[in-house]
C-alpha cells in the first residue's frame, strides 16, 4: 500500500512539474532550464531528491491512513533525509551565486540557449565556457551526475525494501535514513561541483553560438551550437 501511494504521488509531482513547464511555454523538462535557458545539473539534483523525497512522505501517509492508522502523522523523517534536502538546495544556491557572477562578469565565455541555439540534455554535464562548451564533457559535473543517480537508484531499492518487508503500512514508523558514507560522498561530490564553477580567467566566447552576453542584448546567433532539427 505505501510502495502504490509512492508511485502515485510522484506521477501526481512529476505531472505537475511537466503541466507547470509546458503552461509556461517550455518544453516537458522545463523545470531543469536554468536562466541561461540551458539545462542545468543543478536544478537536475534537487528535482531529484525532491522527486524521490516528498513523493515517499507522501506515501507513508497515505498508506497509513487507507490502512486506518489512528495517527497518520505518527512516523519519522530522519535528519538525514533533510540533510540531502538541504544539501542539494545549498548547493543549488552556490551554484547560482557563482553562475550569476559569471554572467555579470565574463557574459561574453558563459554559453547560452535560446530558441534558435536549442538547449540540449547533455548540457548536464558539458563545458559551459569557452570555445568548447557543450562540445567537451564537464568531469566534475559527470562526477556529480553519476553519484547523484547511483546513490538515488541505491535508496529507492532500500526504501521499497524496507517498505515491502514491512508487511502492512502500520508498521512502517518512518522513511528509511542515509548512512555516515552515503552523505560523506554526496557531500564531497557537492563541493567539488560548487568549487569547480568559481570564477575563473576568461576563456574566450564560445565560438559559434549564444552567450549570456547575447542573450542579454537581443543579439541573433548566425551559427547556433545545436540548431532545430530541420523538418523534412
Not at 539534483?45 to 491512513?65: A, E, H, K, N, Y
Not at 552515503?182 to 564553477?197: E, N, Q, R
Request: aromatic share 8%; proline share 8%; no cysteine.
Amino acid at each position: 500500500m505505501v510502495i502504490i501511494a509512492w508511485i502515485v504521488s510522484t506521477f501526481l509531482l512529476v505531472g505537475f512539474a511537466v503541466a507547470l513547464a509546458i503552461r509556461l511555454g517550455l518544453k516537458p523538462l522545463g523545470i531543469l532550464l536554468d536562466a541561461r535557458g540551458r539545462y542545468s545539473l543543478t536544478h537536475f539534483q534537487v528535482v531529484t531528491w525532491t522527486s524521490i523525497l516528498l513523493p515517499m512522505i507522501s506515501g507513508v501517509f497515505w498508506g497509513r491512513i487507507l490502512a486506518d492508522a489512528g495517527n497518520p502523522l505518527q512516523f519519522t523523517v530522519p535528519n538525514e533525509v533533510l540533510g540531502v534536502l538541504g544539501l542539494s538546495l545549498g548547493s543549488a544556491v552556490a551554484a547560482t551565486v557563482v553562475k550569476s557572477y559569471k554572467n555579470v562578469n565574463q557574459p561574453e565565455s558563459v554559453s547560452a540557449s535560446d530558441a534558435h541555439d536549442l538547449p540540449r540534455l547533455s548540457q548536464i554535464v558539458t563545458l559551459e565556457e569557452g570555445p568548447y562548451a557543450d562540445k567537451l564533457i564537464d568531469v566534475a559535473k559527470f562526477q556529480q551526475f553519476s553519484v547523484t543517480l547511483i546513490l538515488a537508484a541505491s535508496y529507492i531499492a532500500s526504501a521499497a525494501t524496507q517498505f515491502t518487508n514491512a508487511g502492512s503500512p502500520l508498521k512502517v514508523n518512518g522513511i528509511p535514513s542515509f548512512s555516515p558514507t552515503f552523505l560523506a560522498l554526496l557531500g564531497i561530490s557537492h563541493a567539488g561541483y560548487v568549487a569547480g564553477k568559481i570564477p575563473s580567467p576568461s576563456y574566450g566566447a564560445p565560438a559559434p553560438g549564444m552567450t549570456v552576453e547575447k542573450l542579454n542584448t537581443g543579439t541573433p546567433v548566425i551559427s547556433p551550437r545545436n540548431p532545430p532539427a530541420r523538418r523534412k
